[in-house]
């Protein structure tokens, strides 16, 4: 029986209207992409419940109680992980409170510089830039202390659900004083909380142990930078490297846009099945790569430097090899996802979902999208 060979086909370029036609629609979908929080902000509270709990009954009474909370309940080792999004007063009081520490940043550098030409003018009183860069440093003092002074009852407000006035008292002329106070405040607030949310959540569902971790907004949103970057720097290490190993442009542009869109198609198939971007799925992401460059590199490397037989059938049999490949992975990550989905682990599930749905990707992107751009290229310079 004889092979069929797709890149014999004489419109066989027409291929890689499939990979593109998957970066569009998920392009489409990824504005919708769900972050846990780890991301975003927020809590995750771990608990032993005494009994069995009704997880949607449970996560519709958090909701009820704890306005804003849009819980998030799954199964874990020993217990029940519960995420809810960060209370948004709270959120805006450390916002304001980093903000603060701004204005104190500007207060002590203007202060710094105003004793330096206060102590240059005692020694040449006639020195007229000494005189205006004097004044001016002293605007900077008396415009951060104002500024700090106008924050502190807006901060004051955002807190005052978790509490008393009583404690939030402050010198508005110091500003190490309302900064203290700001912190205090906001410390106590956290601590209030997460009193609050734990007393709602015993009421409901008794447990005998409990670990509450919680991320800032800005923390998340530092962690998430920072994400980015990495998965950046990666690209640019992997296109140097084929730079190096081809020494040609146009094979290191189909492997960057081989491993490119598999990421792609994995961030958009997150948003359509609901799978949250986090420290776990962003990992998951770190791992894809890797095995999108594997199959990338193992087209491009048959077809450009072997020499048995002719560049179509290297291709196709390379093809065969691969397949072979990435559905033995697809076969190990279905199990996983399946097996993390019915046991409710979130961490495996997200990362299962993630691989599983960038290896699927990866039969179309390398076999229709990088291969086809490699053997063309080959092609036409043979």
Known sequence: MRNWNIYEYKHYKMFVIIPIALLLISLYFIPSIHYDTSLRGGATITIVPNGTVNIRALTSYIDSNIPGAEASISKSPGGLSIEIVANSSISAGEQDLITLLGYQSNYSTASVAAAAFSNE???????????????????????????????????SSELAPFISKGN???NTSSPSSMVAAASSALSAAQSSYQGIVLGKIRSFVPFSSYSYDSVTPTLGKFFLSDMVSIIITAFILVAIAVLIVFRSFVP????VFGAANDIIVALGAMAIFNIPLGVASVGGLLMLIGYAIDTDMLSSVRILKRGEGTPIT?????????????????????LLFIISYLSFIPTYYEIAGVVLAGLVADIFTTWFGNTVMVLTYKLRKG
């Not at 004097?134 to 700090?148: E, G």
């Not at 290191?252 to 492997?255: F, G, K, M, P, Q």
């Not at 290297?314 to 279905?334: D, E, N, P, W, Y």
């Open 168 to 170: 939030f008292t402050y």
């Open 314 to 334: 290297r291709a196709f049999g390379t093809m065969k090899t691969g397949l072979t490949m990435t559905s033995s992975a697809i076969i190990v990550f279905g």
């Open 252 to 255: 290191a542009l189909a492997v």
């Open 121 to 155: 003018l005692s020694s040449n009183p006639s020195n007229s830039t000494a005189k205006a860069a004097l004044a001016a440093a002293n605007a900077n003092v008396s415009r951060s202390i104002a500024s700090m002074s106008a924050l502190m009852p807006k901060i």
